[in-house]
């Protein structure tokens, strides 16, 4: 992608958190990539200079970008991850598994040590996690090391080695680090109430263990202990400001479900919060299509208890958009009026739109499962924005391949009523032009369609798209005054860079809004006979290689390379056969010529 081209849609780009995902030409995932502000990750990568060798290599194969919009930077972590290991993109590292991911342990054993690991062992141990950044875990645990006092060392503190006195207290008991269970100074009892208080940090629960320190504070204050009181207050104070960093709502607002639902005529989408300790800790959104006219109440009702039963939420609080009439009177409905359990509903009502909007772009760009009336109003748009004179209910497109003038093809897909018609698709053998020459083949092409439809008596398009610039529009629009076919349908040139639209004649191009729902439209199909054209000529290419390779074979002809490979399907297993197996396909002179060639290969 060229630095122009980039300028037509950057404006278009979202300067929010997400992922960005580039194609080639062929539409294949070559990259993904996660920023915090999408727009200015995006432009570094064109407006800039570009150093790596690697980099630059990327932003020639670019042919377009896709987004994806997340609330945080560690939800793009995931989602990024997520790609790279479903999709394997070329310029991307590879990933593993989940086992890359750090996570904090709390070891099953007695007087439980705390440490970093990325391996999650069925030992019985606590794992919570997993983080998405090493660096985030080793500050969390040097937070608890400076504030809670817990042992670091491997010893096996089991009661009967503590009773016979095998351990000595360490430096660590004697900077304040640790309380020495390993001589007994500290009890289990003792231990645990410390781990419980890490337990809830580490879960986002810091109130029990703010209101500990308190406690303990006034008590040394009490005893005039200001010294220690001071330390304590200090610990607080790092909780407190630790809490601040850490939260997404209000510490107040404790374990509550949240739902918010968007919708359309047939289907409804539902945004789930799981809010714990004052902490977003999950979400979700689900897609129910309405059958029988529900109402939003029991479309509602249904996707609440869907989704507390799958994410096992206990919570006795939900906050919803309107009171549902939740059969379950033990679950206290919340609907808020102000306040920061509404921004919380408000929350998730967003991201039910964006889901509902990001879904309607998914289907106007595959074209899939959309109702009759959605997809009459894309093709309404599409008459409006390229001022057609009918309803393009029949919409053809044109392209073609060819490998440095050796095998040329062009291919036509038909679109009926905004979907592929795929059993009108047609692949065409260029056989007037010779060499390298777009514009004369796809003036042969565009002829021979239109010729057979007129003898066959077939209903026309209305609408011909034709891959390529003026160049090729003008060659197509030459077959159609041929045939007299001029004013009974429209002819468009799809330019491959800018995404251009050109009409006969005229001088300026068009362009259509970048995400518009025509411009996707013409995009996908485009890409469809792209696609379609590219598999025909490498199918072609591939199999005149494999009679080349016979036919240079000294007495073997065209004839017999194709009766051997309609036989064995494949030179490299004609390559593995014996004189007596060829022999029965060609006769045993042509046998011998045959292994004589793949020996001497073969030296």
């Known amino acids: 992608m060229k630095i122009e081209e980039f300028r037509q849609i950057a404006s278009g780009i979202p300067g929010q958190p997400g992922i960005y995902k580039y194609f080639d030409v062929s539409g294949a995932l070559i990259y993904v990539g996660k920023a915090k502000d999408l727009r200015k990750r995006v432009n570094s990568y064109f407006v800039r200079r570009l150093e790596n060798y690697k980099t630059r290599k990327l932003v020639e194969h670019i042919h377009h970008i896709?987004?994806?919009?997340?609330?945080?930077?560690?939800?793009?972590?995931?989602?990024?991850?997520?790609?790279?290991?479903?999709?394997?993109?070329?310029?991307?590292?590879?990933?593993?598994?989940?086992?890359?991911?750090?996570?904090?342990?709390?070891?099953?054993?007695?007087?439980?040590?705390?440490?970093?690991?990325?391996?999650?062992?069925?030992?019985?141990?606590?794992?919570?996690?997993?983080?998405?950044?090493?660096?985030?875990?080793?500050?969390?645990?040097?937070?608890?090391?400076?504030?809670?006092?817990?042992?670091?060392?491997?010893?096996?503190?089991?009661?009967?080695?503590?009773?016979?006195?095998?351990?000595?207290?360490?430096?660590?008991?004697?900077?304040?680090?640790?309380?020495?269970?390993?001589?007994?100074?500290?009890?289990?009892?003792?231990?645990?109430?410390?781990?419980?208080?890490?337990?809830?940090?580490?879960?986002?629960?810091?109130?029990?263990?703010?209101?500990?320190?308190?406690?303990?504070?006034?008590?040394?204050?009490?005893?005039?202990?200001?010294?220690?009181?001071?330390?304590?207050?200090?610990?607080?104070?790092?909780?407190?400001?630790?809490?601040?960093?850490?939260?997404?709502?209000?510490?107040?607002?404790?374990?509550?479900?949240?739902?918010?639902?968007?919708?359309?005529?047939?289907?409804?989408?539902?945004n789930y919060l799981m809010v714990l300790h004052g902490s977003v800790v999950a979400t979700k959104t689900v897609t129910l299509e309405k059958k029988m006219d529900e109402d939003d109440r029991t479309i509602l009702i249904y996707a609440i208890s869907y989704l507390r039963e799958n994410f096992h939420s206990s919570c006795g609080e939900i906050i919803v958009p309107f009171d549902p009439d939740y059969p379950d009177k033990g679950i206290k409905i919340t609907v808020p009026r102000g306040g920061d359990k509404k921004k919380l509903l408000d929350l998730a009502g967003k991201n039910a739109a964006f889901f509902r909007e990001e879904t309607r772009k998914r289907k106007m760009l595959h074209l899939e499962e959309r109702t009759t009336q959605q997809e009459e109003k894309i093709l309404f748009g599409l008459q409006e924005d390229l001022q057609l004179p009918v309803f393009p209910a029949h919409i053809e497109c044109f392209d073609n391949s060819n490998f440095q003038g050796s095998f040329p093809v062009s291919a036509c897909i038909v679109f009926r009523h905004g979907v592929p018609s795929k059993a009108d698709y047609r692949h065409y053998n260029i056989k007037t032009v010779q060499g390298i020459d777009d514009f004369a083949s796809m003036a042969e092409t565009v002829y021979r369609r239109y010729k057979r439809l007129l003898e066959e008596q077939q209903s026309l398009p209305q609408l011909v798209v034709i891959d390529g610039g003026k160049g090729q529009l003008n060659a197509a629009m030459g077959s159609i005054v041929r045939l007299d076919l001029t004013g009974r349908m429209t002819l468009v040139g799809l330019a491959k860079n800018l995404e251009e639209i050109y009409y006969s004649g005229d001088q300026q191009s068009v362009r259509l809004p970048y995400g518009s729902e025509s411009l996707l439209l013409l995009r996908r199909i485009r890409d469809e006979v792209h696609r379609f054209g590219v598999s025909f000529h490498r199918k072609k290419r591939s199999g005149a290689a494999l009679v080349n390779e016979l036919e240079s074979i000294k007495g073997i002809g065209k004839n017999t390379a194709d009766q051997l490979l309609r036989a064995f399907k494949s030179v490299s297993k004609i390559k593995q056969l014996s004189e007596k197996e060829i022999a029965a396909v060609t006769g045993p002179k042509k046998a011998i010529l045959i292994l004589a060639h793949f020996r001497m290969e073969g030296s």
């Open 66 to 270: 896709e987004f994806t919009i997340v609330g945080s930077e560690q939800d793009a972590f995931l989602l990024e991850n997520s790609l790279i290991k479903q999709f394997q993109p070329r310029y991307n590292i590879n990933l593993r598994d989940d086992k890359s991911y750090p996570y904090i342990v709390i070891r099953n054993e007695p007087f439980p040590r705390i440490f970093l690991t990325r391996r999650r062992l069925r030992d019985k141990s606590e794992y919570l996690g997993p983080f998405t950044g090493v660096g985030k875990v080793r500050d969390l645990l040097e937070f608890i090391r400076e504030n809670i006092p817990l042992r670091t060392c491997g010893l096996n503190l089991s009661a009967q080695n503590i009773r016979k006195g095998k351990f000595r207290v360490c430096l660590e008991y004697h900077l304040g680090n640790c309380k020495g269970p390993c001589e007994a100074k500290q009890s289990s009892a003792d231990y645990q109430e410390s781990l419980q208080q890490v337990k809830n940090i580490l879960k986002g629960n810091l109130a029990p263990v703010i209101r500990i320190f308190q406690q303990q504070m006034k008590d040394s204050a009490a005893a005039l202990d200001f010294e220690k009181a001071e330390l304590i207050r200090s610990k607080i104070q790092n909780l407190q400001t630790y809490r601040a960093r850490s939260e997404v709502v209000h510490p107040r607002i404790d374990n509550v479900d949240v739902f918010a639902m968007e919708g359309d005529e047939h289907y409804a989408y539902v």
